[in-house]
């Protein structure tokens, strides 16, 4: 299982480019995750998560790939041309296909992964004491559902 | 003068080889539209070009997705049999949602060995496994739109009739149905295809002046619509069976793609059995884009015509075909079952366009564009464009739906052309090389 | 880094470099986009137009308005942003790049904006849309205040709408609630309250109970005239709490002037006054007289004016006491505790009208007004969020009409209970 999955990283690392960052920091400077989550480390950025696979860490199992907004900041700022946003997704959909995470969130309508559970959580506490049943479906089937109710 | 269209294209194409999955991007140099124009003439020229891989070619116009009335229409061309060539009109947002995912014309070759959906999703083509899409159109469409973030704006789904390669096959437009009479269902069933999923991410720029033009020229079409049963009053074939129903069951109106006329109604009729002495029952309902499938229908039994419709939506078998096998006095269940039966045979065979009196409009030229576009005589016309088939041929090379252009025949060529350019002298041009291009294809 | 220096560095957060801006007032007739999904014919023009404003192309994926179509049911409708009294997409912004200016459009500021998404997830109507293959968020800022969408959509089913609410009822309301307590306290001393029910009398329900339970035979003139309140109820709802209770316009007005802090939970709940009405019936059946109507607030105020009044300094305590509990919620006694509001909910359960909210033109979770003035809370919040219409409990409501009144967009009515609850196809659709 770790040999296969280690053939899938290198491609999923290929494919975004993370072979060439150079651990400049532009990406953990511009995360927005440092507003978001008081443990806000250099380990959720871009560029730790790199530096785990290269690494050779356990990155699959590892929860730091769920913090990430997929904002895709990052990749704006990176002068190596690495996309952050195609790293995390890939790695985040190798981690479902091995089963390597329990915890994921997905749309109660069409069973979708939408949002990371620590996004998810941020929001939830954001908005305080409002309830949250629309927060549990992607927003596609929230505006259908919306539709079905108001049209 | 040389008037170019490319402006109003990403003069792109894309070729899709089922036969081995391949998938390409071909740029389309602008002479192409420079002398072809566009829609169904630059259809059939690229029709020729792959005619060997009997090709289906989905097609826009110059004016598809623009700021003129209408400007939905997709067209599907190809070799009927017969080796005619036919065009099928797609209306909703077809026509856009192709254009605007950057593929002006998807030329389809070859054959499938497995059931395949094509899907053109964030401006990314791809061909994936569908042997899950089964059994009748609304369960088809759930699988294809569950999807989340990647749900497809619109959808072209062939249903049971075109998996049986009947010859009545349609390929339907979401659950709306079509205006394909012509066997393009059976023609993308027999590729394997069981359905095409649109999603577009870009965008074409179109003048803006148009924007301002689009205003005054809907509030004026607005003034002469008055009725949902609009279309079918004014169309040859249909009737005031179908005209009746239509107001009894009228719901709610609908429109395709800027389209001033919402000539799409929804007609709504209580599910079968749901209702008992203290409740209204359950209703269902059933949008009307074939009118003159509902007016044979109607015809032959104005009772149910409704409930019927959707059943043969459901199957993804052409109405009007289905009409003409029904008897006028068997219970509903009983001329369900018998369209089920119909949609599952392959062999069996009816000639539609035969049985009704097409009278002022040309046999010939209606089933080159599909026979399914309601047989409006253009009255009242301003310009050369005066038949129907001259007026469908304008619409289907400009990307505007027919529809709109034979209800209201003063719409002249250069009001249209207008919508893209401001410069007189251009739209002269530009008339001058869209004439020629409607001669070509009404020459086939 | 020299310890020393290390020391002195603070950590600076968001909330130093971009604080969120200070509770102002809200406007009170903020610009909106209005929407009738029965004209909506699906044609999409709005997404055209506004994609053209956005991204100077006809691209529908880049508009921030998104038509939406059922086909199942032949419905449509347009996805956009409502521009939240209190927007849920502004608290939940990292990088606080969302204001709402004094105008009360909602705005992005792309300055700060890093495209996180997160905005639409925290929208009931996930409002921004996300353009697909860039990931920008675009959302709907009402063109600076001339939208294009309204101006070209072909049906007439978007309208840039101010609100207009009816305004009026509570000037008719006040002079009735004032009136009814001059009657009832200064001219009719007593009136109300049983326990010195003179020669008119229009007994207080749950003093009349007590009575019965009391001295265990019942006097049918008085229990006649008790019933003519039940019955007015029946027919009208807590329309006694609302507009005639002397003590309900007390704590009105010293609702309108405490400061709320909240009440603790143990004490919120509906059913207490339940207890206390069978507390005091219980009571007086096994005491002989009337315990509750010693301590009732109302009949301390009925019989408190003048020499006929009984007056007696603790009793007068009382009043104050129990109106401190307006430091907690509005209307809180009559929530909670009032049992004379029990016996009229009992009666308003079976009630002949009824308060609707959620018509099709509500801005559910955008506006939320109504549930915000309620003086009973009984106005769902949850299911406004939810985008759906809340049940009103008739038993709870007092028909004050504070929200028919404050509804800008004449989505707050009144009606008969077997009407339909949700109010369907709004035909007659007229703005002032």
Excluded at chain 2, 7 to 30: C, G, Q, R, W
Excluded at chain 2, 329 to 349: G, K, M, Q, V
Aim: aromatic share 8%; hydrophobic share 40%; proline share 6%.
């Amino acid at each position: 299982m770790k040999m296969k999955s280690a053939k899938e990283i290198r491609d999923i690392m290929t494919a975004s480019g993370a072979h060439s960052c150079v651990e400049c920091g532009r990406c953990v400077a511009v995360c927005p995750m440092a507003e978001m989550y008081p443990n806000f480390s250099i380990e959720m950025s871009p560029r730790g998560v790199i530096k785990k696979v290269m690494m050779g860490e356990d990155i699959l199992a590892d929860e730091y790939i769920w913090y990430c907004t997929e904002c895709n900041a990052g990749t704006d700022v990176c002068p190596a041309g690495v996309s952050d946003r195609d790293l995390i997704k890939g790695l985040r959909q190798l981690a479902i296909q091995q089963g390597t995470v329990k915890d994921i969130r997905t749309c109660t309508c069409c069973g979708e992964l939408f949002a990371a559970l620590h996004v998810m959580d941020f929001i939830t506490e954001r908005l305080k004491d409002e309830p949250k049943g629309y927060l549990e479906m992607c927003p596609a089937c929230r505006r259908k559902v919306y539709l079905l109710r108001n049209a | 003068m040389d008037v170019l269209m490319t402006p109003f294209y990403n003069a792109k194409m894309a070729l899709v080889n089922l036969e081995n999955s391949s998938v390409e991007t071909i740029d389309l140099p602008s002479e192409l539209f420079a002398e072809h124009t566009g829609g169904v003439r630059l259809s059939t020229v690229l029709l020729e070009r792959y005619a060997d891989n009997a090709p289906l070619v989905f097609g826009t116009g110059p004016l598809t997705g623009s700021f003129a009335p209408a400007s939905c229409l997709m067209t599907a061309s190809f070799y009927s049999n017969g080796n005619k060539v036919v065009h099928v009109p797609f209306m909703l947002n077809t026509g856009p949602q192709l254009k605007f995912s950057g593929i002006d014309f998807l030329v389809i070759t070859g054959r499938s060995e497995t059931p395949v959906i094509i899907e053109l999703i964030d401006n990314t083509i791809r061909i994936t496994p569908g042997d899950t899409l089964a059994g009748d159109l609304s369960k088809r469409e759930d699988l294809l739109l569950a999807r989340g973030r990647n749900c497809p704006e619109i959808v072209l789904l062939t249903g049971n009739a075109a998996d049986n390669s009947s010859a009545h096959a349609c390929l339907s437009t979401g659950l709306w149905g079509s205006l394909d009479k012509a066997s393009l269902g059976c023609a993308v069933g027999q590729k394997n295809i069981r359905a095409i999923a649109l999603k577009a991410a870009g965008g074409i720029r179109f003048p803006e002046h148009a924007i301002e033009m689009s205003g005054p020229m809907a509030s004026a079409l607005k003034n002469q619509y008055s009725t949902p049963q609009f279309v079918v009053q004014k169309s040859m074939g249909s009737g005031e069976a179908a005209s009746q129903l239509i107001k009894k069951h009228f719901k709610k109106a609908h429109a395709c793609y800027h389209c001033p006329f919402p000539c799409m109604s929804y007609l709504e009729f209580p599910q079968a059995g749901s209702h008992s002495l203290f409740k209204a029952g359950k209703k269902q309902g059933v949008f009307l884009l074939d009118h003159e499938g509902f007016a044979a229908l109607s015809k032959k039994r104005p009772a149910d015509a409704v409930v019927l419709l959707k059943h043969c939506i459901e199957n993804g078998i052409d109405p009007s075909a289905a009409a003409a096998g029904l008897d006028q006095t068997t219970p509903t269940e009983e001329a369900c079952s018998h369209i089920d039966l119909f949609a599952s045979n392959h062999s069996a065979s009816v000639d539609t366009a035969d049985s009704s009196d097409t009278g002022a409009v040309s046999l010939e030229f209606y089933r080159m564009f599909g026979s399914g576009i309601p047989r409006i005589v253009p009255t009242g016309s301003a310009d050369e464009y005066d038949t129907w088939e001259k007026k469908t041929a304008l619409a289907m090379t400009l990307g505007i739906c027919p529809i709109l252009l034979l209800c209201f025949a003063h719409i002249r060529a250069e009001d249209l052309l207008a919508f893209l350019w401001s410069d007189a002298d251009v739209i002269a041009a530009a008339k001058e090389k869209l004439a020629h291009a409607v001669d070509a294809v009404l020459a086939g | 880094m020299p310890e020393a220096a290390q020391k002195q560095v603070e950590y600076i957060d968001i909330k130093d470099l971009r604080p969120l801006p200070a509770k102002k007032k809200l406007p009170r007739h903020p610009p909106v986009i209005v929407f009738n999904p029965s004209k909506c014919t699906g044609c999409s023009t709005c997404e055209m137009v506004c994609s053209n404003r956005n991204v100077d192309k006809v691209a529908p994926a880049s508009s921030s308005i998104k038509v939406l179509r059922n086909e199942e049911e032949g419905k449509n409708f347009a996805a956009l942003c409502l521009h939240c009294r209190e927007p849920l997409c502004l608290e939940a912004c990292p990088t606080r790049a969302i204001d709402k200016d004094d105008e009360g459009i909602v705005r992005i500021r792309r300055l700060f904006c890093v495209e996180c998404g997160i905005c639409t997830l925290a929208c009931p109507e996930s409002a921004p849309m996300v353009e697909p293959v860039t990931g920008k968020i675009r959302k709907c800022d009402l063109c600076e205040g001339d939208p294009l969408c309204v101006k070209h959509c072909p049906e007439g089913a978007l309208h840039f709408y101010r609100g207009k609410a009816v305004g009026w009822i509570k000037y008719l309301r006040w002079p009735v609630q004032l009136l009814s307590f001059l009657l009832l306290v200064v001219v009719l001393v007593g009136t109300f309250c049983y326990f010195t029910a003179g020669v008119v009398s229009l007994p207080c329900p749950t003093g009349t109970l007590q009575n019965i339970a009391a001295t265990k035979h019942i006097v049918f003139a008085s229990a006649g005239a008790a019933l003519v309140l039940i019955v007015l109820t029946i027919l009208l709802g807590r329309a006694f709490c609302g507009w005639v209770c002397p003590f309900g316009f007390f704590l009105d007005l010293v609702g309108s002037v405490v400061p709320k802090f909240g009440l603790p939970k143990f004490l919120k709940s509906r059913m207490i006054k339940y207890g206390i009405l069978g507390g005091a019936i219980g009571g007086a059946a096994g005491l002989g007289f009337q315990p509750f109507c010693t301590v009732c607030p109302i009949g301390s105020i009925c019989r408190s004016y003048g020499v006929s009044g009984v007056l007696q300094g603790a009793e007068l305590a009382i009043v104050p006491a129990i109106a401190s509990l307006e430091l907690g919620q509005r209307r809180s006694w009559c929530r909670y505790f009032c049992p004379v509001g029990a016996v009229l909910a009992l009666a308003a359960k079976i009630g002949l009208i009824k308060i609707v909210i959620g018509a099709k033109q509500c801005k559910k979770f955008s506006c939320m007004q109504c549930a915000d003035i309620c003086p009973m809370g009984i106005i769902d919040r949850e299911a406004l969020r939810e985008g759906t219409a809340p049940k009103i409990p008739m038993d709870e409501c007092i028909l004050c009409m504070r929200c028919v009144d404050t509804c800008p967009y004449s989505s707050a009515k009144i009606r008969f209970r077997w009407q339909k609850t949700i109010p369907g196809e709004v035909k007659a659709w007229t703005y002032s």
